[in-house]
């Protein structure tokens, strides 16, 4: 008798994710919630079927480079895949980017956006990357207030007309280093035509869009951060042809294969400060902001991805007689898995509501203090989650996890960058406590949390709140004592910084069971809220050898 696996589907994302509306239940008006079934219905129905199954015929088309023409002229020529062709087009008619602008729902607009990109990304072979640069470019220029780059860039930035539709590159990692931008190399010099720009940007994840911003130095300008401006870049001319721009090669990478990653040189390229000659890297916060929150959400919707692969296969995979979903020790590690899923949503959300506050100026001098922190928290916390998450599920189907042309892989490998970009959890951790720095954003951030737990009333999520509420007592005391030793704070940031991220985690998932078991919802999320707490939140040693440290190293 032959057998074959079956191998996993996927159905309607919007319809099979019961833990995602009851977020949006809460989260929005009755009648905003209601008014956007269809366009959600829609988007999951999409990102479950018609592109789910494009990628998976389109898993081996990957970024073209040709650098010369048969005539031997230089045209550096990038071809991206079929699946982001298509996904360009989607993102301008269904305003994947322009919803956060055209602020319909004030302050909820942000939700209402990545709501749209939580259903359908998971399908689009990592295209939230441009996206993210353009949203961050966007946002940049509104908040810098050039307002010629304004009326000329944004209209096509934030455009639902697939032929207007403008995407932006990030320029700024060279070969000196990446998080280290202050050493950044670029020169920028006047001439005739305006400023040019002359170097090499080593790591440039947005080379087929339209415009890039990018730092450089402008001639005479001193070292560090201080001393670089941010530019603006068209990348082609009115006939065409590159802006002094030459594509080196594309990146052989892990993952984010899809993702036309290139090195450049920039050789006379014409460039516009966007704000000034100085002040380059205080002058990209926004972009940041936006982009590490992208970042963010890219994990949450990995990992709902994976999940709901795993999930699929459980109910189709028979072992020793019996599914895997019935199987005790297999549904324990998916639960585990499914905890912290839950719980990097809720972080990543809740710095989305944030990040919307921020940008319509409804934030209280509170919420400004706890979105500088939770941003960083959010991206540093759910990029190790997701990372042990798609490892998990890769294990979780066997021999066909490690299959390539099972598609299994590749949520796996483009999960990987998810910690690297925007910041490693390392340099996200020490930004993380930059953020404490600021007078009352520890304050902010207790209230935060303690304010999610008293909402809390159910007998069986008390252990949940005794065990936030000591992770927090915990990580007061403990930074109250690293001030005097900057050597042990610093040693000790990543361990601080994902207890507090995984605290606010567990306060939020608490919180949300409650509201499930009040309205309906059942119970699922307090069990994953019970789960997570078993998980381990409190990561923070009160002892560091400082000695061994160096030894291990």
């Known amino acids: 008798m032959s057998f074959f696996q079956a191998p996993p589907g996927l159905g309607n994302q919007y319809d099979d994710d019961a833990f995602f509306q009851s977020y949006l239940a809460r989260t929005l008006p009755e009648e905003m919630f209601r008014s956007l079934q269809d366009d959600f219905r829609e988007l999951g129905e999409l990102g479950g079927k018609y592109f789910y199954e494009f990628q998976q015929r389109d898993r081996l088309n990957e970024p073209v480079l040709t650098q010369w023409s048969p ?10 895949t079929p699946l982001w062709k298509e996904a360009e087009a989607l993102t301008a008619r269904k ?5 956060a602008y055209e602020q319909k729902n004030g302050a909820l607009s942000r939700v209402h956006q990545f709501a749209l990109n939580y259903l359908v990304q998971p399908s689009l072979d990592v295209y939230s990357c441009p996206l993210a640069m353009t949203d961050g470019a966007a946002r940049s220029l509104l908040s810098l207030g050039n307002q010629a780059l304004i009326d000329h860039a944004l209209p096509h930035l934030t455009s639902r007309d697939p032929a207007t539709f403008w995407t932006s590159g ?3 990692t060279e070969r000196t280093g990446g998080s280290d931008v202050g050493l950044t190399l ?3 010099r006047q001439s005739p035509e305006g400023w040019r720009l002359y170097g090499t940007k080593w790591f440039t994840s947005a080379t087929t869009a339209q415009m890039a911003l990018t730092l450089a130095r402008p001639t005479g300008n001193g070292p560090g951060g201080k001393g670089l401006a941010l530019f603006f870049v068209e990348t082609r001319d009115a006939q065409g042809r590159l802006n002094g721009i030459q594509i080196n090669r594309l990146k052989d990478k892990l993952g984010t294969r899809k993702v036309p990653t290139a090195e450049l040189t920039l050789d006379g390229t014409l460039a516009v400060p966007v704000a000034g000659l100085t002040d380059g890297i205080r002058n990209m916060a926004m972009m940041l902001n936006v982009t590490r929150t992208w970042n963010a959400m890219g994990a949450t919707w990995s990992m709902r991805r994976a999940m709901a692969l ?3 296969y459980a109910k189709r995979r028979v072992q020793f007689g019996a599914p895997l979903s019935e199987k005790p020790l297999h549904m324990d590690t998916l639960a585990g898995l499914e905890a912290e899923f839950q719980a990097g949503f809720l972080l990543a959300f809740r710095g989305v509501e944030l990040l919307g506050k921020l940008e319509t100026r409804t934030a209280t001098e509170q919420e400004l203090l706890l979105q500088r922190l939770v941003t960083p928290l959010a991206k540093l916390t759910t990029g190790r989650q997701v990372v042990h998450i798609t490892s998990e599920v890769t294990e979780s189907f066997g021999g066909a996890g490690y299959v390539e042309d099972t598609g299994l892989p590749r949520i ?7 910690s690297i970009w925007e910041g490693t959890t390392n340099v996200l951790s020490l930004d993380s406590l930059r953020a404490l720095a600021k007078e009352g954003t520890l304050e902010a951030f207790f209230h935060e949390v303690e304010g999610r737990l008293s909402k809390v009333t159910d007998a069986g999520l008390r252990p949940c709140v005794k065990t936030a509420h000591d992770a927090l007592e915990h990580a007061r005391a403990w930074v109250s004592g690293a001030m005097a030793n900057p050597t042990t704070m610093e040693a000790g940031a990543r361990r601080f910084s994902l207890t507090l991220g995984r605290t606010l985690e567990l306060a939020l998932l608490s919180e949300h069971a409650q509201w499930c078991l009040e309205h309906g919802h059942g119970p699922r999320s307090r069990a994953a809220a019970r789960r997570f707490r078993q998980n381990g939140v409190d990561l923070i040693q009160d002892e560091i050898d400082l000695d061994d440290s160096r030894l291990l190293g």
């Open 71 to 80: 005539w031997g002229q230089r045209i550096d020529h990038i071809e991206v």
């Open 95 to 99: 305003g994947l980017v322009a919803v």
């Open 170 to 172: 990030q320029w700024m």
């Open 186 to 188: 670029t020169e920028a």
């Open 310 to 312: 795993a999930h699929d």
């Open 412 to 418: 796996q490998a483009d999960a990987q960058v998810l």
